[in-house]
């Protein structure tokens, strides 16, 4: 059973930087979509950010454009989301995303506050 376990969160203040990480149990397929969802308050859950296996489709909501980054280590399981110059609409929990097999797979979601 795929497994996605998110670490990384936290508290950080406004124009601060944060790195959020998601590791998958077992082996990754050879072909998927690994990404990240946020979900603020009140809010429904967006998209963010997508990278797909081959490294050649890297997509960003334009709201995080310029300032997230997904980094990927296929060594290690593992995908990650490089957060820069945050700003308090940024606050939101966090979920890290696979597909593969016509499947969704979630993480179990991590907070991230940005607040001074």
């Known amino acids: 059973q795929v497994q996605l376990v998110e670490s990384g969160g936290g508290l950080v203040q406004p124009g601060g930087s944060l790195r959020l990480s998601c590791t998958v149990s077992?082996?990754?397929?050879?072909?998927?979509?690994m990404g990240w969802h946020r979900q603020a308050p009140g809010k429904e859950r967006e998209w963010v950010a997508y990278?797909?296996?081959?490294?050649?489709?890297?997509t960003y909501a334009d709201s995080v454009k310029g300032r997230f980054t997904i980094p990927r280590d296929n060594a290690k399981n593992m995908v990650s989301l490089q957060m820069n110059s945050l700003k308090p609409e940024d606050t939101a929990v966090y979920y890290c995303?696979?597909?593969?097999?016509?499947?969704?797979?979630w993480g179990q979601g991590i907070q991230v506050t940005v607040s001074s």
């Open positions: 995303y696979l597909q593969y097999g016509g499947r969704d797979y």
């Open positions: 077992g082996s990754l397929p050879s072909m998927y979509v």
């Open positions: 990278i797909n296996s081959g490294g050649a489709y890297i």
